[in-house]
C-alpha cells in the first residue's frame, strides 16, 4: 500500500543512513582491516534500514531536527546487524544466507564472526555516545535504554527463549514473549530514542512505546507469515528454515488466517496510537502501513 | 615481594568489588535464568579483580573517594568476563579451563556461552552508566573511553591479530602491537576510568596512562612466561597451551630471561611514571610489585 512519494521517502532516508554509516564505523584499511572489512561486509548487506528509519521518522513526529538522532539511528541499526551475525553463527541458528549473501561466518569463519559481532555491539555504543544529550535526556538516559533492551533481559533473552524453546511446543503467550523481546523491544527502543535525540516530553515517548511494541508484534508475526509462504529467492534467507527447526511459530500456533488478522488489529492499535501527532506522524503511519502489506 | 598488608588490601578490595558486581549483575531468578546463570557463573569464577582493583587504587592515587570509581571498576570486570568467555569458545582459543573450572560453553554451550559473552558486554556499558559525571568528564567521555578501548581497534583488534597469527612466526613488534591491544588497553582504561570519575587533571591521567601501558606490556610478557615455565594445576588454564598451537610468546622470540629482563624494565617505567603521585600511588606501586613477583 506504499505511494509512490513514500517508496522514495523510504530509499532517500535509507541512502541517507548508509553515508551516515559509512562516516561512522572504521574504514576498511585501520588495522586489523579484516575485522574492519567483516564490520562493513556484514552493515553494507543491504538492509531495509527499517530501525533507524523508524528513529528518524519519531524525532520528526515530535517536530524535531531529524540530524540530531542520525546518530541513535545508526547506533541502533549496527546493534541489530551484530545480532544478526551472531544469530546465523553455527552454534545458534546455522544460517548461511543473510539479504541474500553468504552470512558473515561463511566468509569470514566462525571466529571472526564472533569477533566481528562483538566489534558491532561495542561499536553502536561508541555511536550512541556520539548523541547530543538534551535538556530533558542526558547522556546516560540514551546508553541506558539501548543496553537495557539489547541485553540479557530483552534482545538477548529472547534469542535465549528461541534457542531453548527449539524442538519444544510453546504456547501463544510463550512465543508472544519471545517476540516482544527479540522485535518488539529494539523496534520500540529506535523511536524512543529518536524522540529522545528531540527532547521530546514524556507523553511522546509514551505513545511512540506503545506504537513500537503494538507494530513490533505486528512485524514479527508478519516475518513468520512469510517464512511460510515465500520462496528463498524472495526472502533472501532461507525460507522455511523455522518450519525445520521445529521451532514454534505464530501461524504454526494460530494458523495462518488467524496471524494475518492479529497482524493487522495490531497494526491499527498501532497507529491509533501515534494519531497525537497529526500529520508530523505520517511518516509513522505510513511505515506501519507499509510493514503489513510488505511481501518479503 | 607482597607485605601481609598489602595481601589483605587486595582480598579486601576483592570482596569489596564482589559485593558490588552481586548488586549490579541481573539476579539469576530473572528470566530467563539461563543466561543469568551463566553470566554470574563466568563473572564469580574467583577471578583476581586485577582491572577494579586498578581502577579503584588510580581514584585513591588521585586523591578521591574510591566509592565513584565503583561502577566503572564494575564495568571493566564484566567487559574483561566477555572476553574471556568468547576467546574460549571451540571457534576462538578452544579452552576447556578457565580460572580452574570448566569455560562457560563447557557448562552452558556454544551458543549460549555466545550470548552470555554478548550480553556481559551490553551489561558493562549499563554498568559504567551508572557513573556519576564529573566537571570534567561527561558521560560521553566514559562511555567512548570504554567503548574504543574494547572494540575493533584495541581489545577485539588484539584478537583477530592473534587469531590471524596462529601458526605464523611474529616479529618481536607485532607480538608487542598484539599484547598491547589484548591486554595493556584495558589496564590503561581501567586507571583512566577511576581517575576520570574522580575528576583528576589530565596530567595524572597522562601519568596513569603511561603507567599502564608499560604494566600491562610487563603483565602480558609474564602472562606468557608463566604459561610456559608452569604448570595447569598451579595456572588454573591450561598450560602449554600457546606453544601447543604455535601461538607465538614473548619467550618464544626473545628467550625465557630476557622476557624477564624486560618485564622487570617495564615495571621499573611503570613505577616511575606514578612517583608524581607519592604516597597516594602507593597501592599503585605494590600492584605493579605484585605483578612482576607473581607465579600464578
Known amino acids: 500500500?506504499?505511494?509512490?512519494?513514500?517508496?522514495?521517502y523510504l530509499s532517500d532516508t535509507a541512502k541517507h543512513v548508509d553515508r551516515a554509516l559509512?562516516?561512522?564505523?572504521?574504514?576498511?584499511?585501520?588495522?586489523?582491516?579484516?575485522?574492519?572489512?567483516?564490520?562493513?561486509?556484514?552493515?553494507?548487506?543491504?538492509?531495509?534500514?527499517?530501525?533507524?528509519?523508524l528513529c528518524l521518522a519519531a524525532a520528526e513526529a515530535c517536530g524535531g531536527e531529524i540530524e540530531r538522532a542520525m546518530p541513535a539511528a545508526c547506533a541502533v541499526e549496527v546493534l541489530h546487524t551484530y545480532s544478526l551475525v551472531h544469530d546465523d553463527l553455527p552454534c545458534m541458528d546455522d544460517d548461511d544466507l543473510r539479504r541474500g549473501r553468504?552470512?558473515?561466518?561463511?566468509?569470514?569463519?566462525?571466529?571472526?564472526?564472533?569477533?566481528?559481532g562483538d566489534a558491532l555491539l561495542t561499536e553502536a555504543f561508541l555511536i550512541l555516545a556520539q548523541t547530543m544529550q538534551t535538556p530533558r535526556y542526558r547522556m546516560d538516559a540514551f546508553i541506558k535504554e539501548l543496553?537495557?533492551?539489547?541485553?540479557?533481559?530483552?534482545?538477548?533473552?529472547?534469542?535465549?527463549?528461541?534457542?531453548?524453546?527449539?524442538?519444544?511446543?510453546?504456547?501463544?503467550?510463550?512465543?508472544?514473549?519471545?517476540?516482544?523481546?527479540?522485535?518488539?523491544?529494539?523496534?520500540?527502543?529506535?523511536?524512543?530514542?529518536?524522540?529522545?535525540?528531540?527532547?521530546?516530553?514524556?507523553?511522546?515517548?509514551?505513545?511512540?512505546?506503545?506504537?513500537?511494541?503494538?507494530?513490533?508484534?505486528a512485524f514479527q508475526i508478519i516475518d513468520d507469515i512469510l517464512d511460510v509462504t515465500q520462496s528463498t529467492e524472495v526472502l533472501g534467507k532461507t525460507a522455511g528454515k523455522d518450519a525445520n527447526v521445529a521451532k514454534a511459530t505464530y501461524p504454526a500456533i494460530v494458523g495462518l488466517e488467524k496471524s494475518r488478522k492479529e497482524a493487522a488489529v495490531l497494526t491499527q492499535k498501532a497507529m491509533h496510537s501515534i494519531a497525537v501527532f497529526g500529520k508530523k506522524g505520517e511518516h509513522l503511519h505510513q511505515l506501519a502501513d507499509f510493514l503489513l502489506g510488505r511481501e518479503y
Chains 1, 2 share one sequence.
Open 22 to 53: 559509512d562516516g561512522f564505523l572504521p574504514k576498511e584499511k585501520i588495522a586489523p582491516t579484516t575485522i574492519h572489512k567483516a564490520m562493513r561486509y556484514s552493515v553494507f548487506a543491504g538492509g531495509k534500514r527499517l530501525r533507524p528509519i
Open 147 to 217: 543496553a537495557l533492551t539489547s541485553g540479557s533481559r530483552h534482545l538477548i533473552g529472547g534469542q535465549v527463549m528461541d534457542l531453548e524453546g527449539e524442538g519444544k511446543s510453546l504456547t501463544k503467550a510463550q512465543l508472544i514473549l519471545i517476540h516482544k523481546a527479540k522485535t518488539a523491544a529494539l523496534l520500540t527502543t529506535s523511536l524512543r530514542l529518536g524522540a529522545m535525540a528531540v527532547n521530546a516530553t514524556p507523553a511522546k515517548i509514551e505513545a511512540l512505546t506503545t506504537f513500537g511494541q503494538s507494530l513490533g508484534l
Open 1 to 8: 500500500m506504499s505511494t509512490p512519494s513514500f517508496t522514495k
Open 102 to 116: 553468504p552470512t558473515c561466518h561463511k566468509v569470514f569463519g566462525d571466529g571472526m564472526a564472533v569477533l566481528c
